[in-house]
């Protein structure tokens, strides 16, 4: 059984430059979040998709966008990337209802670095 | 706005010891969640505590939940190495949403 994964591992961009980081979720889950951890920090919630809309958001600029497809993976998209982007990306998923319906589970992490 | 506050914040401790993280938060939640994170790696899953007066043990690590103190204990038996790391407690910021918030994390460190 799958756990979520993520895509790119490492990335390095510019600041002013776009990224794109993929997520798939766990197999039978439903929900997608993203986190921002930047070094020695806590995650900081970004946002949540479910049924391919945005659910919850956190207190991030519009320059942090995502999308959901229908096979439940996901997307997260930063726009005019600034050094304070630099952070680990973390990816988590849950199936929505049920009784522990809110168990999330993280997948590996894209590590941006933003020069 | 919900806040979650770990301490200590770092905690050096012999093999064999015995010490307790904390966890408090600011507002009513029912479910609290306790991670394991080694250094460039992503979160493990320790525990879901979803009610008041849960008690949950794995091996060395025992997690409570009392939710009418809005407090979260992860004590630690007879600490081994193998046990350092950073624990992570996170509380729902709306009940059953995933919308989770963070404590700043407990970075354990445990010396032969």
């Known amino acids: 059984d799958a756990g979520v994964t993520q895509s790119p591992t490492h990335l390095i961009k510019t600041r002013g430059q776009q990224v794109t980081l993929r997520c798939s979720p766990k197999?039978?889950?439903?929900?997608v979040s993203w986190y921002q951890q930047a070094l020695g920090q806590g995650p900081q919630f970004i946002f949540q998709y479910y049924e391919e809309e945005e659910r919850q958001r956190g207190n991030f600029p519009d320059r942090f966008s995502g999308h959901q497809f229908p096979n439940y993976s996901s997307e997260l998209n930063v726009n005019a990337l600034l050094l304070g982007d630099s952070a680990l990306y973390l990816c988590?998923?849950?199936?929505?209802?049920?009784?522990?319906?809110?168990?999330?589970?993280f997948g590996p992490g894209t590590r941006l670095t933003v020069l | 706005e919900l806040k979650v506050e770990q301490n200590p914040l770092f905690l050096s401790m012999q093999e064999g010891k015995n010490y307790t993280i904390y966890c408090n938060y600011s507002t009513t939640s029912d479910r609290l969640y306790w991670y394991r994170q080694d250094p460039g790696k992503s979160l493990e899953s320790l525990f879901v505590l979803l009610s008041n007066g849960a008690v949950k043990q794995e091996g060395r690590l025992m997690a409570s939940l009392d939710t009418k103190a809005r407090l979260s204990t992860l004590h630690i038996t007879a600490a081994v190495h193998d046990l350092s790391a950073t624990y992570f407690c996170?509380?729902?910021?709306?009940?059953?949403?995933?919308?989770?918030?963070f404590g700043q994390g407990t970075r354990l460190t445990i010396n032969p």
């Open positions: 996170a509380v729902d910021a709306i009940q059953g949403a995933q919308k989770l918030v």
């Open positions: 988590a998923s849950n199936k929505m209802g049920g009784l522990r319906s809110n168990e999330q589970f």
């Open positions: 197999s039978g889950h439903d929900t």
